[in-house]
């Protein structure tokens, strides 16, 4: 009994001395509990946040409180915003993103059937509940000034945070979120009708989690497990919405929402959350950017960023060597490096045996970085230099892929160079919109590479055949042996130029990308953190050069038409504004109505060739239907397919591509009838309206055109060909169909094998 109790004794006495001592941080929210936040709740629940050493305090918003304040003046370390911290941005708030939650915002615009608002078009008049702030409000207003409704068509009301003024008909619209408000007015018997910026062209981030720049320098470490906790916090809360759910209405439940509520909001955001992604936290460069141009149009920021500088990227900011890893260097004198010797244009040797490519330009940057010789073994093929790796032969891969597999000899640095995966097919194979297309088919890989791996085991279906090269994976694509061939679209398109010209094509690109760091053998832990501060250190601008230097073909990209309308819209916004401050100076309003007229113009033309775009087509396609539905006319569509367009882009180059879009263009038009409706549709396709018509002048005019097009000589390139599908609009047929119409026509054409009329 007694050596019992001083075992309890002793035992009382070491629990503080094992005991976990945490660091207390403050998390801010950008509203009070509730499901939006069960990402942050379940990471402390759950322990994540403990695991790494921290006592997270998750504190509700109150009024007055500025999240990016908060954290920029550490009375917060991290906190919850909004995208309008774009605007504290460019004010020279230094804030950091860690990570995007919701992919796409919830803030929609409520109404109730019983209004009658059916369309954007009828807000004109009506109250609405809104800030009516560009700051906060800025995609909803621009979702309404999109469709020609300004702030002065509507009356607006203080928030009152009550959706049931809606069928009390104290009000006709609410600002809300799609994962709350709706669901509260259909349990109070409303109908809700809901309006997303999205669906106008306007879709932006939400709840990005923030910390300062001075916080991340000081706490590197902390930072970066504190996002991993959380972003671990949030896969956990989706994958058990109801667990989560249960804990927020135990010790969260400062709303007194229901549970039913609860499980509603977070099916809704768990869309958002992995909204065109299956990432949670994922954060885009170009989608911020075209957020932040948004911004700049309205006048809220006048200075552009370097977005590279606010998301948050792993050891960014460790970038000099201490005193072990300087010594470390001093007695090396080399690195041995082995890379894949049949890689281009990332890596090879030339006929001289030089080292050569994007990753040997790379490597010079290092070398001059770190003051050292990275001495090149010469390996006959990717596979020998795996077997070099793992006898440790070499110290490094050049470029790599980490793998499970690699990691039982390799460790890796952060990615610096990120390419797109594409399959090759012949040119005669359809488009591969997804990777389960290729199901059924053999798909050739080089053996050892990192996707091989990856691929297998994310589609275990897939009938993945092992090749000695690129080389090799394209000679047996082109002798018909396999289906096709899986690469990034650097090396392939670098094979293009020189081989399989008109034999092979890029078929699709797959969802992942290929993310290449350098493999460090995993004995050396030194070695790895040397690499990576040198990757930490190559600026964007030396990123640039290298891709520019090795990279000639690219993916066409059709014009954002969303993007250059709403970017229009809000132009002509901004100048109806002057114009209602500025309305008494006649003069100024003269010149105004001038810039809105040219304004408008702009807004309905393809910006490369000056034809009709893509929504203007829409509108008179609407327009034709309501005429031809109430006079009984017969109207007709022409979709046209510039043939094997994609070859002038991967010989020529865009530029050049870019001229024949100009000049077919002309062809078009130059013999349409002036009635004819002749528009860009997307890409190399164009669609032509033939309003009052009939199918023989319709069959004419497309074999007309069809001629028209062979027989010219087009500048740098010489004679090409286009395939047209043809189709009537049948008496109260929807849009969709006589379209669909015309598209079935026109891949008709296409396996028929081209420059041919199709008509349906």
Known sequence: MIFRNILIFISLLLVPLNAKELKQVSLQLQWKYQFQFAGYILAKEKGFYEDIGLDVSIDEWEHGINMVDMVASNASQYAVSRPTSLIDISKGKEIIYLATIFQSSPLVLLSDASTGIKTVKDFKDKRIMTTGDLNTDTSLLSMMYSQGISLDDLNVQKPTFNVKDLLDKKTDLIASYISNEPFTLKELGGTPVIFKPKDYGFDFYNDIVITSKKYLENNPSEVKKFREA???GWEYAFANIEESVEIILEKYNTQKKTKKALEYEAKELKKLAFYKTNEIGTIEVQKLEKIYDVYKLLGLVNKELDFDQIIYSENSLDTSLNKKEKEYLQNKKSIKMCIDPNWMPFESFDKHGNYIG???DYYKVFEKTLDITFDVLKTSSWKQSIEYAKERKCDIFSLAMETPQRKKYMNFTTPYLTIPLVVTTKV???FVNEIQDLIGKKIGITRGYAFAEILKSKYPSLDLVSVEDIDD?????NSGKLFGYIGTLASIGYKFQT?????????????????LGIGVRNDDKVLLGILQKAINNITQDEKRAILNKWISIKYEKGIDYALLYQTIIIFTFILLVVLYFYFKQKQLKKKLEYAYKELEKIAIRDKLTGIYNRHKLDEILEIEKIQSDRHGYKFGVMLIDIDHFK????TYGHHIGDEILVEFSRILLKNSRKSDYVGRWGGEEFLIIIPNTNDKDMKHFADTLKSKIETNTFKNIGHMTA??????YENNEEIKSIIHKADNALYTSKNNGRNQVTFK
């Open 230 to 232: 959380t972003l671990k």
């Open 647 to 650: 070859k002038v882009n991967d």
């Open 428 to 430: 005669d194979v359809h």
């Open 723 to 728: 395939s047209i599908g043809v189709a009537t």
């Open 358 to 360: 994007m990753s040997a």
């Open 499 to 515: 081989k399989y010209s008109g034999q092979l094509k890029i078929s699709g690109k797959i969802t992942d990308n290929w993310e």
């Open 473 to 477: 994976g394209l000679d047996q694509v």
